[in-house]
């Protein structure tokens, strides 16, 4: 028997032995690829991924198995591996057509046009008739903006298949670009008769009612997405958007609550609904959010998020109901400690510095590295004025590798205090590396980018917070305005709708939409929604703006006077609506009429700075002589005693009538009652400064002293020439010649350099830098303080060159 067992095993081994040797590994290959196929065809997508894999493996000569990794790839959206997958399949294989067809689509998308049409020219080599191929030529004219041989190649294709989807897509596209969108409808509702389920197609023709304004079947549309997708919450939140702007506040609610209490155990939806309510239903917002806390009591997680969106959205003295109850859940434990140190940020915002301290050696004692309490600590340092201990706490905290975004973007703030922008810049940078949706990082940088005309920089910064705040009002405010500024008019609707539901000023959402129409041409629609606008907000400036630019444009200026004309007389004390008017009769240059509407304004409403503002500028135009606005600015000043608008622009004409004393009295006086007002220094510094009295020169050069770190090239200016005036030739030198590559087109800097020259022993560059000055003064018609200095040290220059 013992023998019998022996031989059988070993007879079984030996024919494992031989079945194995027959299998080679490109066979085993094939038979994995296989059954990745079978499972791939039933759906079983995991077990096909695991039998592909082992192929490629098992003999890597099998294109076809990478093909179907791509397909796998494609159902997860993950297009860069797929992209990678059919270039090795086609490295393989060379003549899988599918594969040559989806790498060329994907090359579209990835924006390598040239690469997809050389996919397509392929293909067409040894197929000329293959739709898919021509579909991606057309798709790539149509990016190039080669409409007529998009629509040749796409014409070509509906006469062989006239409900080829794609086809019909292109097309519509074609007509969508031309702006006939009813055709493209047509060929739009054809594509989807074949594929009802087409989710481009339905989003294509959603965004094709939209610019026919067609509302209702707008709704329609994301009420049959909303059916077919119950699951995907962006097309409720955009519903929800279009019933919020068309005032269907209870079905927006309705659709909010619904996401509510399908995803009861996520926090988002619960913030969506009560960022919905802060919007459009303040009163309700504590009632929904007690509602919350009585609904989620033993969830504490839950608790504290909801709690934290209640302190950020201004109701703080509501929210510590929740966070003591989380305290009560959690104690000491994480959650809990992060709940204490927000009471304790609540006790700081009411200025119970006391209660903070307490906390925080409380909290610290059972957790010293806590970074919520840490960052609070910074915060409360802050607020006592020691920005030196804080910054030292926080680069501790940044040295120890701490990578928390607040901690940067604290830091940050704390720099800007000490005046050290570049540094502020830096740290608030490496805040968005760590987190692109911290906002106070970002509205700093992406606003630093915007000014200085670096729009790409601005949109990289917007679209990375927008991936993680994408209901966020400031972000979609922000995106809107740069996409109209840029005519990306989709982008634009798109964040508009999102901000109909979340924006508290109601206002926001009507006025870009007009600033679309604006935008497009569509002048008498955007008049309408500016009227609209005016009506419900009589003083809103930029709808006023706007309206009477849209007239402008259609020619009609006449019916923008008439329009203001008619509005100010309904609303007398709207002040906005005056300067409006007023800058129409200018350009029309009816100064009479300007005056008269300007004076009488100043009857109804004595107090408004503005308009004596405007007053003197009609004065002096009228009269031909600056010193003509005197009277307005003394007569504004009789009423409105000591007003800063009206003390500098008195101040800065005594300036240009050479009346010195006069000015500087004004601005002491201004000092006295405001001492830090930046530019009332400024330009008493520099009037000092240019004074033949030693102690008024001293004076001067102490005022001065304040801009040393100043970025402002006219304060930096005013403290070279101060350097200058005391000695210090070489530095204010230094610091001149950094100003002028910055601003080489104003007359005093150049001057104030060709001094700096001469005492430094550099006459004919002085001499050059005095007659720029000069010549610079007399192109932009405006003189200087020191001008006639300048004429005079250039003279004296000149002669002693020729001696």
């Known amino acids: 028997m013992k023998t019998n067992l022996i031989s059988s095993v070993v007879f079984a081994c030996s024919f494992l032995l031989q079945t194995a040797a027959c299998s080679s590994p490109e066979e085993a290959a094939q038979n994995h690829l296989q059954k990745g196929k079978e499972l791939f065809e039933k759906g079983e997508f995991d077990k096909a991924l695991l039998e592909l894999k082992t192929s490629s493996q098992s003999s890597d000569k099998f294109g076809e198995a990478y093909f179907y990794m791509a397909l796998l790839d494609e159902k997860n959206n993950n297009f860069k591996s797929m992209r990678q997958n059919l270039i090795r399949a086609l490295e393989l294989e060379p003549g899988l057509t599918s594969a040559k067809i989806k790498l060329g689509k994907l090359d579209i998308i990835f924006g390598d046009l040239d690469k997809a049409l050389e996919q397509a020219e392929l293909v067409l080599a040894s197929d000329s008739s293959n739709i898919d191929a021509k579909l991606i030529k057309a798709s790539v004219y149509i990016k190039q903006s080669k409409k007529d041989q998009a629509a040749e190649v796409v014409n070509l294709v509906l006469k062989d298949s006239p409900d080829n989807v794609e086809a019909l897509s292109l097309q519509a596209a074609l007509f969508a670009e031309k702006n006939e969108i009813n055709q493209a409808l047509v060929l739009v509702n054809r594509a989807l008769e074949k594929e009802p389920k087409n989710l481009p197609l339905r989003l294509f023709k959603i965004k094709l009612d939209a610019g026919l304004n067609n509302i209702d079947n707008v709704v329609k549309g994301y009420e049959e997405l909303i059916q077919l997708y119950p699951d995907a919450n962006n097309f409720k939140l955009s519903l929800a958007s279009i019933y919020s702007m068309t005032g269907k506040l209870e079905e927006a609610e309705g659709l909010l609550r619904e996401m509510v209490q399908k995803s009861n155990d996520k926090v988002e939806p619960e913030i969506v609904l009560i960022e919905f309510l802060n919007a459009r239903a303040k009163d309700r917002v504590i009632a929904e959010y007690e509602s919350m806390l009585s609904r989620h009591q033993k969830q504490p997680k839950m608790l504290l998020e909801l709690s934290k969106w209640m302190v950020a959205s201004g109701y703080a003295e509501s929210a510590k109901k929740g966070l003591e109850q989380v305290v009560e859940l959690e104690k000491n434990n994480e ?10 940020e609540i006790a700081l915002m009411e200025k119970q510095y ?6 925080l050696r409380d909290i610290l004692s059972v957790n010293s590295e806590l970074i919520q309490a840490n960052l609070l600590k910074g915060r409360f340092l802050l607020a006592q004025n020691k920005t030196d201990e804080a910054i030292e706490l926080l680069n501790k905290l940044v040295w120890n590798k701490v990578n928390v975004d607040d901690v940067y973007s604290l830091l940050g703030e704390a720099y800007l205090i000490k005046q050290d922008r570049k540094q502020a810049e830096k740290i608030f940078k490496q805040a968005l590396e760590v987190n692109p949706a911290n906002l106070a990082a970002f509205s700093r940088i992406y606003g630093n980018y915007l000014q200085s005309g670096q729009k790409e920089n601005a949109r990289q910064y917007l679209e990375k917070a927008l991936s993680i705040k994408q209901n966020d009002v400031l972000l979609l405010t922000s995106k809107a305005e740069l996409d109209i500024l840029e005519k990306k008019w989709d982008g634009a609707q798109e964040a508009i709708q999102r901000l109909a539901l979340f924006s508290k000023d109601k206002a926001m959402p009507t006025y870009l939409q007009a600033n679309i129409l604006q935008g497009k041409g569509k002048f008498s629609e955007a008049i309408n929604l500016y009227d609209k606008l ?10 006023l703006i706007n ?17 203001l004309e008619k509005h100010h007389a309904k609303y007398p004390d709207e002040l906005n609506a005056v300067g409006a008017l007023s800058d129409l009769y200018a350009a029309n240059n009816d100064f009479a009429k300007t005056k008269k509407l300007l004076t009488d304004q100043i009857k109804y409403t004595p107090k408004a700075t503005s308009i004596y503002l405007a007053l003197a500028r009609v004065e002096a135009v009228m009269n031909k002589n600056i010193e003509s606005a005197k009277k307005v600015y003394l007569q504004g000043l009789e009423i409105n005693q000591d007003d800063p608008q009206l003390s500098m622009a008195l101040a800065g004409l005594y300036e240009q009538l050479n009346e010195k004393q006069s000015a500087i009295k004004v601005y002491k006086n201004l000092l006295d009652k405001n001492p830090g007002t930046s530019l009332a220094i400024n330009n008493l510094a520099s009037l000092l400064i240019e004074s033949n009295n030693p102690d008024e020169i001293d004076q001067g050069v102490e005022l001065a002293k304040v801009f040393k770190d100043s970025e402002n090239p006219y304060f930096q200016d005013t403290y070279a020439w101060a350097l200058i005036k005391t000695g210090s030739n070489s530095e204010g030198l230094k610091l001149l010649q950094a100003l002028i590559l910055k601003e080489p087109k104003l007359p005093e800097f150049r001057y104030h350099l060709g001094v700096a020259h001469l005492n430094a022993g550099n006459k004919a560059t002085a001499i050059s830098e ?34």
């Open 534 to 543: 005016i009506q419900q907000h009589p003083n809103h400036l930029n709808s």
């Open 770 to 803: 005095l007659k720029q000055s000069i010549s610079l003064s007399e192109k932009q018609k405006r003189n200087f303080a020191g001008k006639d200095d300048a004429k005079k040290i250039l003279e004296e220059t000149e002669n002693s060159a020729g001696n």
């Open 547 to 563: 309206l009477v630019r849209s007239y402008e444009a259609l020619g009609q200026r006449d019916k923008a006077v008439a329009y």
């Open 354 to 359: 006391s209660t903070v301290e307490s906390s």
């Open 335 to 344: 959650t809990g400690l992060s709940a204490q140190v927000i009471l304790a």
